[in-house]
């Protein structure tokens, strides 16, 4: 579980304090009632956070982890930082 518990937070933990807990408020919306989740703003949030570290060995770090466990951010994510993290898996 511990390992799953990091995959789910990643993206969070990325972002600023205040943005990172009405981020993951939201994605608890999103993974109980995705209809009535604000999804288009919580998918530039954890695009914006995932794309600044892309580049600094993030997803080699924790791709691997996210993809595994199937954490539901995966599916908000451009497909451009789709494809970085999934050439580092």
Known sequence: MGLALWAELAPF???EETDA???LAEYIVYKELPREAKTSW????IN?????????GWPS????VS???QVEWFNLLDQDIKSTI???T
């Open 13 to 15: 933990l990325l972002m």
């Open 21 to 23: 807990v009405e981020a």
């Open 42 to 45: 919580l998918r530039t949030l």
């Open 48 to 56: 914006d956070a995932l794309c600044k570290v892309t580049s600094e």
């Open 86 to 88: 999934e050439k580092e």
């Open 67 to 69: 993809m595994i466990h």
């Open 61 to 64: 770090a924790m791709a691997p």
